[in-house]
């Protein structure tokens, strides 16, 4: 008894919450209904959002007499809103980064397509491709996609059966933008394999390997690809897009791939930071 509203907290206030709800007493006293959404720290230092009200009783003459303080614990739905907010801002990297990848995709095709119908073939491939790792990230809640799932999606659309592809490694789940710029670095190989590799012959197989090692505190992916039982391979006389590609997909510091033309099937060693 006696002492002010805002001291009787069973709950710690900072300096500010207090401030701000003397001046929510003194408006209330006023006549005007106050509410607004108020964090607090209860125990276990858990914290808690309020929603809070405080509603003014009056006499017959129109004299504030009372004031009656109310609160609605909404922290799930803050935690909803938090949650949505961070969906929006993820969302938006990605947009944007997903649109500069279009736009050099679409100029260096275009620069490397000897006709339009090249151009469109090519363009098109390569937006599903995106497309194809976008989906991934929806159906495994646009946060994580399982490295597996990236590396089967992108390569048995080139295959003649499943039986092409051999997949070893443990689960792993990528961030967002590795699976992006991974996915397109798949595309590209599987291509290159469909063509003129591996999945050009009935008899080819690509394997694929991976294993995650930490160095420097940070957890790198180390990924093989390696074909076998296509047409001879020979090096390129000069550097196609597709390579191009590659590198600037791994243009992060500390990504990189590295190509090998094998006679007997074409390698391929990449390395990517997954922080």
């Known amino acids: 008894m006696g002492r002010p509203f805002w001291d009787c907290y069973w709950w710690d206030v900072d300096q500010a919450t207090k401030d701000r709800l003397k001046h929510a007493v003194a408006t209330a006293a006023n006549g005007e209904r106050v509410r607004y959404d108020a964090e607090i720290r209860v125990v276990g230092n858990q914290r808690l959002w309020i929603d809070f009200q405080i509603a003014p009783v009056f006499n017959a003459a129109g004299e504030v007499t009372e004031l009656i303080p ?17 969906l929006i801002r993820e969302l938006s990297h990605r947009v944007k980064n997903t649109l500069a990848t279009i736009q050099s995709i679409a100029g260096q095709s275009a620069r490397a397509a000897d006709t339009m119908d090249d151009f469109r073939a090519s363009f098109s491939a390569r937006l599903r491709a995106i497309a194809a790792s976008h989906d991934l ?72 390997s991976w294993t995650v090692e930490v160095d420097r505190a940070t957890p790198r992916l180390f990924l093989e690809w390696r074909e076998r039982g296509g047409p001879k391979v020979e090096p390129p006389t000069r550097r196609g897009f597709g390579s191009r590609l590659i590198e600037r997909s791994l243009a992060t510091s500390g990504d990189n791939a590295v190509m090998q033309y094998d006679p007997q099937g074409l390698s391929c060693d990449i390395v990517m930071d997954l922080e």
């Open 137 to 208: 990230l929806v159906e495994f809640d646009h946060d994580v996609v399982p490295v597996e799932a990236l590396v089967r999606g992108q390569v048995l659309q080139y295959a003649a059966s499943e039986e092409q592809l051999s997949v070893e490694g443990k689960q792993i789940d990528l961030p967002g933008d590795v699976a992006h710029a991974l996915g397109l670095v798949l595309h590209e190989l599987a291509t290159n394999a469909a063509k003129y590799g591996a999945l050009s012959s009935e008899s080819g197989i690509v394997r694929v």
């Open 70 to 86: 109310s609160g609605v614990d909404i922290s799930e739905r803050k935690l909803a809103e938090e949650h949505r907010e961070l």
